[in-house]
């Protein structure tokens, strides 16, 4: 197994990102510039989930997602449902990625 690292958001999903700038070697973690405005004491939580193996790795980042969440769910075998298992194929939950001639819209 080849080492695996997943590194993401906790929280502010849908107004923060991720940056490299080809000049250094440095990742940037944080609130978009675009925001006109932050909460006074607003804080912004980031994770890294390091791992052997894609799979274990990515299973490990969604059990701590779902712990930092307070969610309480058991993992479910996608299989169990007859569309999924006979019919069709999934890759994601539900959500959509478009693009766009005013650039790519995520949901």
Do not use: C
């Amino acid at each position: 197994n080849e080492r695996t690292v997943v590194w993401s958001n906790l929280d502010d999903f849908f107004v923060s990102g991720f940056a490299a700038k080809n000049s250094t070697p440095l990742l940037q973690v944080g609130l978009r510039t675009t925001l006109e405005s932050v909460p006074p004491g607003h804080y912004h939580s980031s994770v890294l989930v390091a791992g052997h193996g894609i799979n274990s790795t990515l299973m490990e980042w969604g059990d701590l997602l779902l712990q930092y969440g307070d969610v309480q769910k058991e993992r479910t075998n996608v299989y169990d449902d007859f569309t999924l298992a006979h019919l069709g194929y999934w890759t994601d939950n539900g959500a959509y990625h478009y693009f766009g001639s005013t650039g790519p819209h995520y949901k």
